[in-house]
């Protein structure tokens, strides 16, 4: 026999596709294994690579096939932009992380309707510059309503290129209007339909913006290369151009900006002509605008491009979870496939010994037991690669917005194949060397082919890792060190691992008191740890991860249910207005309370609460300092956060004020009845009532007064502070949300402020209130009949508490226990059909002296429920430190509110489920009827 290494691999490669072969019950077993995560893998990968919006995509989308390039209106401070228009700051910043000190600045109608002409000649005279305009509107028809973004422009060949239709055609005068396929679908419309198209409460501005009706005249055709995304959500002819501007205008006053997500307010251009080449888009910067050129490689490295290299490290960072999950992936294979490659070694013994006395060395014969994982590593992720893209392609044909645009990552998916391969030659390497080992001794020096049962160093070594690993995670927890966290986890997994050939050695020692199919199966796994370890280790791996996400999941639905902020009692409508309009007239609580009865007729009185007003530019804010608090903790402006509630921004609650004013008459309609017992009395007393653990025991708080912006600029700055101890009492509503403290009008007159009616909240007895209710409300609040009277008022309600999260953890919990259940039978199966094939001998010999011929399913089942009750044990105890621990980190963050929660009854139904039917299918796919065997071999 040739020992070069041509000749080994050629012998090996041949030798294992026959053994492939000769074996096909084991070789299947084998295939699919290797097949499972090779094909998770490679969707995984083309779902990925499929859900980037890819450049070609990006053009095509926002440019189309006539145009050279699009501009992007930001605000009127340059800018800096990367290649591909995706990030963007101002100029004077240094990274894409940092935020603009500048506060916004009023920007009328009339220079809005001056940028196309600035942007004009910004590109110099080769460029046609077609305007197009983006409003945030909720699209109605008939009850189904969706949130969208509303596209006005003109007719030219760049702008008929980009929305081209594939059903009917293009508005051809005002009021008419195209939709995407994806909002048609959700609408329910079709060409010839009307719908209606009104002010987004989510994106508001100081402009009234009536009602508008449209027909739909086609339905857009997806962006070229996709089947879900489409240059605009609806499109229309520009027709108001005043009112365009107006809503522009005060958008970029109100926000500082304008964004370029969807459903946001945009000013954008379309440029056909000249190119828009790299000097161009910097000129373009500069005067606040940004650009996605034709002409721009967003691959190269240009001259004064924004620095992205924060978002090439998140990039990193989420590729080396990917990594890490699919590394686990492979050792979860590695693990399950091993044994069955042992016991090909065993049977192969005497191929083996052949080979042997005719010259071949170790080398060559352990290439020879990695031959076959090697040609069923090759097969099987030839099939897992196509199965993945094949999954993708499916989901792609059947579902529109499946995926973004396809893209097959061919390099990845090979890397992925070659993964497959080596899964399974590292499953065949332990046992290629232990034959290997073994055959190139002489048959007289070689040692009895018995298992040692007596536990390594290993296992001890196991013991003291767990332990330590145990401890490092509880003091990573306590301290809130993710990095100690991750060593520690990481530590007890492995030493769990380690230490199951001392507890399986353990089990079998005191099973001598257990039945004989038990005492049996607990010593033939104590005998043959090369394919029992593996299988248990499989198991721990598999139950341990699960169990740890299933705690956490639930841990933070938990949290998200109590912790949320407190905004408005179930059922309760609220109205106000901003510090930029006049406050709220007996005309217009009227209006107020007339729009809640149109939905409402029942509702109840109307309530209206006061905000202090210092002068025509501050707000009075403030909040109560807590008695005690960590000075690590981050509280928000002008929001107090004691030690009993997470440390969140709540800023945009229901109502923009962190104090309001009230003199006892409104509090119970503002934070419901019963809530705060004796509020009320204290107002009317003169005392604030303020957040849980900020009354000293005097019976003050002690206030630390600031001033807001009555335009809501955070930013802007202010010289304004005081401090002063006001008589209070505590409720538990306070501080939650919006509202961190509610003062009486004498309080608010010590810091020299006036008080302006600017909130109304009507309770309407309904249980609770839904968005169309509120649109309903809202538009009809904003058309008073006393039309001097007309501001801008927001309405709201409280969504409720977010119940659905305790509903979705459930459901999150039965997939990774299912995963997880999966793995279990699929590690106990192997492991027991290659011990049942294994122990025939035995199982012989017994029946020769009278076993029972049911003996061989008990044996079965036995052996099936050790390795599962086994691994199960370990790994939910396992999984439970991990997940506590897990908790208790985000606890360090969040505050007490979060708690650890185990779905005990989920994890023990799931158990018994599982182990049930790992012994039940054991000992049903087992035949009772003993094989005969050759009494010589």
């Not at 072969?21 to 094909?39: E, F, N, T, Y």
């Not at 510059?129 to 949130?147: C, N, Q, W």
């Not at 605009?232 to 970029?252: G, K």
């Not at 979705?808 to 094939?837: D, H, N, Q, R, Y």
């Amino acid at each position: 026999m040739a020992n070069s290494r041509r000749g080994r691999w050629h012998v090996a490669l041949r030798y294992g596709a026959r053994q492939a072969r000769r074996s096909r019950g084991r070789s299947a077993l084998i295939v699919v294994m290797v097949i499972l995560p090779v094909a998770v893998a490679a969707f995984a990968a083309v779902m990925i690579s499929s859900q980037q919006v890819t450049w070609n995509t990006t053009l095509a989308r926002d440019i189309g096939p006539e145009a050279t390039a699009r501009v992007h209106y930001v605000s009127g401070v340059a800018v800096r932009q990367s290649a591909d228009a995706k990030y963007d700051y101002p100029a004077g910043t240094d990274t894409g992380q940092a935020q603009d000190d500048s506060s916004p600045v009023a920007v009328t109608a009339d220079a809005v309707r001056a940028l196309p002409a600035k942007i004009s000649a910004t590109l110099g005279s080769g460029a046609d510059v077609t305007s197009i305009y983006r409003f945030p509107r909720r699209l109605t028809a008939g009850d189904a309503s969706v949130d969208g973004e509303l596209t006005a422009t003109t007719w030219t060949t760049a702008t008929r290129a980009l929305y081209a239709v594939k059903q009917g055609e293009l508005p051809s005068v005002p009021g008419q209007i195209a939709l995407s396929g994806e909002i048609a679908d959700r609408l329910g419309i079709v060409s010839g339909q009307t719908i209606t198209a009104v002010a987004s409460q989510t994106f508001g501005t100081s402009v009234n913006v009536p009602d508008a009706t449209y027909t739909v005249t086609g339905i857009l055709s997806p962006t070229a290369g996709t089947r879900s995304v489409y240059p605009a959500d609806a499109v229309t002819l520009s027709a108001d151009a005043a009112q365009a501007a107006q809503e522009i205008a005060s958008a970029l006053t109100t926000q500082g900006q304008l964004y370029q997500g969807s459903g946001q307010y945009g000013l954008d251009w379309l440029v056909a002509g000249a190119p828009v080449d790299w000097g161009s888009v910097r000129a373009l910067n500069e005067v606040g605008a940004t650009a996605v050129s034709r002409a721009v490689d967003p691959a190269a490295t240009l001259p004064g491009e924004a620095d992205t290299s924060w978002q090439d490290q998140q990039t990193h960072t989420e590729q080396l979870w990917v990594l890490l999950i699919l590394a686990i992936g492979l050792a979860q294979a590695i693990l399950m496939v091993g044994p069955a490659f042992a016991v090909g070694a065993q049977r192969a013994e005497r191929d083996l010994l052949t080979m042997a006395v005719n010259g071949a060395d170790r080398r060559t014969l352990t290439a020879v037991t990695l031959g076959g994982g090697v040609v069923l590593g090759a097969v099987a992720s030839l099939i897992g690669v196509a199965l993945g893209v094949a999954g993708v392609l499916i989901g792609w044909a059947f579902a529109p917005g499946f995926v973004t645009n396809l893209v097959i990552p061919s390099q990845l998916l090979v890397v992925i194949a070659i993964a497959g391969i080596v899964m399974a030659a590292a499953a065949a390497w332990i046992p290629a060397m232990t034959a290997a080992r073994r055959m190139s001794v002489a048959p007289s020096e070689r040692p009895l082919k018995t298992a040692r049962s007596r536990p390594s160093v290993l296992s001890w070594l196991g013991i003291a890792l767990a332990a330590a690993g145990a401890g490092a995670t509880s003091v990573g927890a306590v301290m809130a060190s993710r990095y100690l966290l991750i060593i520690g986890v990481a530590a007890l997994e492995v030493g769990l691992i380690m230490m199951i050939s001392l507890i399986i050695t353990a089990i079998a020692t005191v099973a001598r008191r257990l039945p004989t199919a038990l005492r049996y199966a607990a010593r033939d796994a104590a005998r043959h740890m090369a394919r029992t370890v593996p299988a248990v280790a499989a198991i721990v791996a598999a139950t341990a991860s699960m169990t740890a996400v299933a705690i956490h999941q639930h841990s933070m639905a938990r949290f998200e249910v109590v912790a949320r902020p407190w905004a408005l009692p179930a059922g309760t409508i609220a109205a106000f207005v901003d510090g930029t309009e006049p406050p709220l007239s007996d005309s217009n609580i009227a209006t107020i309370a007339d729009a809640v009865r149109g939905q409402f007729p029942d509702a109840g009185a109307t309530h209206a609460l006061g905000i202090a007003m210092l002068d025509d530019q501050w707000q009075l804010a403030g909040w109560a300092t807590p008695l005690s608090y960590d000075d690590d903790t981050s509280y928000p402006l002008g929001y107090s956060f004691v030690t009993s509630r997470p440390a969140v921004d709540n800023y945009f609650g229901p109502i923009p004020t962190s104090i309001a004013v009230d003199d006892g008459s409104s509090f119970d309609a503002l934070a419901g009845e019963g809530e705060c017992p004796g509020a009320a009395a204290a107002l009317r007393s003169g005392k604030a009532v303020v957040p849980v653990g900020t009354v000293s025991p005097n019976g003050t708080a002690s206030f630390t007064w600031s001033a807001n912006s009555r335009s809501g600029d955070l930013n802007a700055p202010s010289d304004f502070e005081a401090e002063s101890d006001v008589p209070a009492v505590e409720c538990d509503a306070m501080g939650r949300g919006s509202v961190s403290a509610v003062i009486p009008p004498a309080v608010a007159k010590s810091q020299g402020a006036s008080v302006e009616r600017r909130i109304v909240v009507v309770q309407t007895g309904a249980a609770a209130v839904t968005s169309s209710q509120v649109e309903a409300i809202a538009r009809a609040a904003r058309s008073p009949a006393n039309a001097g009277d007309a501001v801008d008022i927001t309405v709201t309600a409280d969504p409720g508490p977010n119940a659905s999260a305790d509903d979705e953890a459930v459901k999150g919990t039965w997939i990774m226990l299912g995963i997880a259940a999966a793995l279990v039978l699929a590690s106990a199966w192997i492991s027991t059909s290659l011990s049942i094939s294994e122990s025939r001998p035995d199982l012989a010999t017994m029946a020769a002296v009278g076993a029972s011929p049911r003996l061989r399913r008990r044996v079965a089942a036995g052996q099936a429920g050790f390795i599962a009750v086994t691994g199960s044990v370990l790994g939910s105890a396992g999984g439970i430190i991990l997940g506590v621990a897990l908790t208790l980190a985000d606890r360090a963050q969040y505050g007490p509110l979060m708690t650890v929660v185990i779905p005990w009854w989920q994890l023990g139904l799931a158990a018994a489920v599982v182990l049930a039917t790992v012994i039940v299918l054991a000992a049903a796919l087992t035949r009772s009827r003993m094989e005969m065997v050759r009494r010589i071999e």
